[in-house]
């Protein structure tokens, strides 16, 4: 008699249950990972349109201002062409609405802005500070 080669039933319905538990045990964390990017990239895509600005604002010798609200940041001023940042889905910024960039590259004032996710209370929340000296700092 021929042995047969291969796996049973059972078996085959013991693996896929043990796979079905380990990928719902991993889906919250796997949740929260990706808003805690969404909120890096923000942050990130965020202090770099400042330093866009800031730079631009050095360069045409002219006040350049950078605004940021709930669901976007964008720069305005002399002679800038548009750059404009969309908040990734989920992500809620709040602080201070507008950065004003002086022909020297200090900041009018120093302000902040917060990125915090809509879906995951536990991840921590980014910021983009801005101090009188024009220094754009990323907390992460």
């Given at each position: 008699m021929k042995k047969q080669k291969g796996y049973t039933l059972a078996e085959l319905m013991v693996t896929v249950a043990i796979i079905i538990i380990l990928a719902g045990l991993?889906?919250?964390?796997?949740?929260e990972f990706i808003a805690d990017q969404r909120l890096k990239q923000a942050a990130d895509t965020t202090a770099s349109i400042m330093r866009r600005a800031q730079a631009k604002a050095i360069e045409v010798s002219s006040t350049v201002t950078v605004t940021v609200n709930s669901n976007m940041a964008y720069v305005t001023g002399y002679s800038v062409s548009a750059f404009n940042f969309t908040m990734p889905e989920n992500t809620v910024a709040t602080g201070d609405t507008s950065?004003?960039?002086a022909p020297d590259g200090r900041a009018s004032a120093s302000g902040s802005v917060l990125f915090n996710s809509s879906i995951s209370k536990s991840v921590r929340q980014r910021?983009?500070?801005?101090?009188p000296l024009g220094q754009?700092?990323?907390d992460y």
């Open positions: 991993a889906l919250p964390n796997f949740v950065i004003i960039f910021g983009v500070t801005v101090t754009i700092i990323v």
